[in-house]
């Protein structure tokens, strides 16, 4: 499979790259940790060290030799672990904190920027071991810098886990008054899911699924900049069916562009390739945005009636341009919307034209969910969980993948402003519904899982 | 073995003398030139060469260190990529 030597297929490839930001967001190292359990917290903590350090040592060195030799960014690496609830069912008094401690250091020490998996699977309920585990993810995420937590509170053949939801708002609201002096960090290392992937490489929510082999190379690429650019040049009449193509043939040249170095990089680390996830996942540098991507399409801006389409058909066509290009496309794969990370969206917001209804309304047809939403400190955690249980109903009714990633700012009022810095942005605080939730949420217990017949 | 191919992408103000050094570092590098393009994209000079570093006794990314210090001394820009990137973005 050779090319020709061709000077505008060169030009484009330099151009994506260069002007576009077409770049690999994440290269993640899925490990499993079943084997590293113990009855005692100190060798347990070791065995996970040890793993962790032995099979990611050469994970940074050899992303950069890739990024040298072809000359794409690839911008974070990360490692992505069985779920810490599991592996710590068995430990008599675990502390929790020092094995978060553990991961930390051992993410540190190889020199990924963040560690996945601090994390429960609880949609049909809790186990002792996930309750006990639970309560410690505020202080976990408060004590340590690269570790990421996520917990899957509804499922399309489970139902949603009320009681799960409820303890979930409270985690949030706890983790980002832990972190307050830092705008509420801790939740930004947080989300909750229904549906949650077992391979996706993306944070906060990756985790290497029990489902999943020993370990495997999965790979994220990006590139809503691309896309912007593809649709931008093409004639303002086109219809959208030429738009869509245009997309699919966009989002096929990222894919076979992140599979090469996917491949390169789990043969180099003597690993399996696991799978490529192609998400657009906007950054706040200008023109990386997938708000861009709607205005590209015609609209003034995201959160115009329009978006929930536009977003519908983006999601669509990035998926099947990415499967002609992979037999392996899985995680995530689509468009995500994290309103701090995306320059159009953090303007929309500022505008008051993208305010959380729609935002929800946009979840039932984006990859993933609410993402990156700053909210007032004092919204009451009945409120939050009210906003959760939307999102995971979208995805169990959808069959599809949903999740709350919000910042309760402590201390801070709808309209105020709040900077995560780096990838996380910065973010206008989103005016919430003042009215009661509390008495549906008190009443616990479980959402039956839906019929999957009879769909309309 | 798998040939080994990059693509030399050089780009900037044109003047004398830019062929003649990029080439003669590849000489240095005993890196092979099997193809050479230019053309002049929005008033720039755009030169590409696609070479076989396959014999080449010195290693990927010395010989990008070097094509890099030629053209900074040229005062143009460049890129060295392993041509796969290429072959696998547009081909079906």
């Known amino acids: 499979m050779t090319m020709d030597f061709d000077v505008h297929n060169i030009m484009e490839t330099i151009e994506m790259i260069k002007v576009h930001h077409l770049d690999i967001r994440t290269v993640t190292l899925s490990l499993s940790l079943r084997d590293c359990c113990s009855s005692d917290t100190k060798k347990l903590s070791a065995k996970i060290y040890d793993k962790i350090t032995k099979y990611a040592s050469n994970l940074a060195k050899c992303a950069c030799e890739l990024e040298d030799e072809y000359s794409i960014p690839i911008i974070n690496k990360r490692i992505a672990v069985t779920p810490i609830s599991i592996i710590t069912e068995s430990v008599d008094n675990p502390d929790f904190i020092h094995i978060a401690k553990t991961l930390d250091k051992a993410a540190k020490e190889v020199g990924v920027d963040f560690l996945g998996g601090y994390s429960a699977l609880v949609e049909k309920g809790c186990t002792e071991g996930d309750k006990r585990f639970m309560a410690s993810i505020p202080e976990a995420l408060a004590s340590t810098e690269r570790v990421c937590s996520s917990v899957n509170l509804a499922g399309s053949k489970a139902g949603i886990n009320m009681v799960g939801v409820y303890k979930t708002a409270e985690i949030i609201k706890k983790a980002a008054e832990l972190t307050k002096d830092k705008d509420g960090i801790g939740a930004a290392k947080f989300v909750c899911f229904c549906n949650s992937v077992t391979d996706n490489p993306f944070m906060a929510g990756a985790y290497c699924g029990v489902n999943e082999p020993e370990c495997a190379l999965n790979i994220g690429v990006s590139g809503p900049g691309v896309v912007r650019w593809a649709i931008e040049n093409m004639d ?183 900077k995560f810095g780096g990838l996380l942005g910065e973010a206008p605080i989103m005016k919430m519904h003042d009215c009661d939730s509390s008495v549906f949420i008190n009443r616990l217990g479980r959402i039956p899982a839906p019929i999957h017949s009879l769909n309309n | 073995m798998t040939e080994e191919k990059i693509i030399v992408t050089v780009t900037g103000q044109d003047k004398t003398g830019i062929v003649a050094k990029i080439a003669t570092t590849l000489n240095e590098c005993k890196v092979n030139i099997e193809d050479i393009k230019q053309t002049i994209m929005q008033d720039y000079f755009v030169m590409m060469m696609l070479c076989n570093i396959t014999n080449s006794p010195d290693s990927f990314s010395t010989i990008k260190d070097k094509l890099t210090e030629a053209s900074k001394s040229l005062n143009m820009t460049i890129w060295v990529q392993r041509k796969e990137i290429f072959d696998r973005m547009h081909t079906i």
């Not at chain 1, 990156?372 to 009714?397: F, H, K, L, N, V």
């Open chain 1, 236 to 418: 303002k009449k086109a219809d959208l069916g030429e738009v869509a193509n245009t997309i699919k043939k966009t989002a096929f040249k990222i894919t076979t562009t992140g599979e090469l170095i996917g491949r390169e990089l789990a043969k180099r680390l003597d690993i399996p390739f696991g799978v490529i996830d192609l998400s657009l996942a906007p950054t706040p540098a200008e023109g990386d945005s997938v708000a861009g991507i709607f205005q590209a399409m015609g609209l003034s801006d995201a959160g115009a009636h329009g978006t929930t389409a536009a977003l519908a058909m983006l999601n669509d066509a990035v998926k099947k341009g990415g499967i002609m290009a992979s037999s392996y496309v899985g995680g995530l794969s689509g468009a995500f919307i994290p309103v701090s990370e995306d320059a159009g969206m953090i303007e929309a917001a500022r505008k008051g034209v993208l305010t959380i209804d729609k935002l929800e309304a946009m979840t039932s047809v984006c990859s993933v969910g609410l993402d990156m939403i700053a909210i007032p400190g004092d919204t009451p955690s009945a409120t939050i969980a009210g906003m959760i249980a939307d999102e995971m109903a979208i995805g169990m009714i959808n069959k599809k993948t949903t999740a709350v990633r919000v910042i309760p700012v402590w201390g801070k009022k709808a309209g105020e402003w709040v």
